[in-house]
């Protein structure tokens, strides 16, 4: 169940943009994009719960596509700050026991350089 | 702000030793979960909790299991320590029915 994400890795320089997909072979009800910066806890982006809807955060962006069962995070402008893994996670739902819980991707290593 | 506590960052262990995981969160969270992170396969979810005294499994929860006697403390345990159970493991906490999960600093557990 567990998301693939593409590129593996990307080295950037300051200024430069990258997109991250997320695809999964199951249908996606949420996607939830976190980033972990090297040495620290994986921190919460954002959350997008409908098809088509995109969304914004600073220069650091989203979109999900149900059809296709993909989302993608698109950077803009990136700077040094920019820099860790980036895991998207999609949303699972128990119907017993109405728990939510969320499969993480493979994650995204990216570098962004001088 | 929401903490959530891991009882070590580093830990060394022999193989066939009984491991225990601590995890405390300080948010009145419902849901507590285990994760452990290896390069290249991500954040993979071994069990979570979603209440006092429930669990459930998640992708890999093969070699580990859980307690959860109160509602801040969630505890992972490796039965008989094996050294392909070497990895970062990630606790994290959320509400129930909320979507953000905030994650411990991590414990990098090493089996000899």
């Known amino acids: 169940q567990q998301p693939v994400q593409s590129p593996q890795a990307v080295i950037l320089r300051e200024g430069e943009d990258a997109v991250i997909n997320c695809s999964s072979s199951k249908a996606l009800y949420s996607v939830h994009w976190y980033r972990q910066k090297h040495g620290e806890a994986p921190v919460f982006l954002m959350i997008?719960?409908?098809?088509?809807e995109q969304k914004g955060h600073e220069k650091i962006s989203a979109s999900f596509n149900e059809k296709k069962q993909q989302s993608s995070l698109y950077l803009t402008a990136s700077q040094l700050s920019y820099s860790g893994t980036y895991f998207c996670?999609?949303?699972?739902?128990?119907?017993?026991?109405?728990?939510?819980?969320?499969?993480f991707g493979t994650g995204t290593r990216l570098t962004v350089i001088p | 702000d929401v903490k959530v506590t891991q009882s070590s960052r580093y830990l060394v262990k022999r193989t066939g030793e009984k491991v225990f995981l601590e995890c405390v969160q300080d948010?009145?969270?419902?849901?507590m979960f285990w994760y452990r992170q290896d390069p290249g396969l991500g954040l993979r979810l071994i069990y979570f909790?979603?209440?006092?005294?429930?669990?459930e499994k998640g992708d890999i929860p093969e070699g580990y299991s859980v307690s959860r006697e109160k509602k801040e403390r969630f505890s992972l345990i490796l039965e008989s320590a094996s050294t392909n159970q070497t990895s970062m493991y990630l606790c994290?906490?959320?509400?129930?029915?909320?979507?953000?999960?905030?994650f411990g600093p991590g414990t990098r557990l090493t089996v000899l």
């Open positions: 996670g999609t949303g699972a739902y128990r119907v017993q026991t109405g728990a939510n819980n969320l499969f």
């Open positions: 948010m009145d969270h419902e849901n």
């Open positions: 997008l719960l409908k098809g088509g």
């Open positions: 909790s979603y209440d006092v005294k429930m669990k």
């Open positions: 994290a906490s959320k509400r129930q029915g909320g979507d953000t999960q905030y």
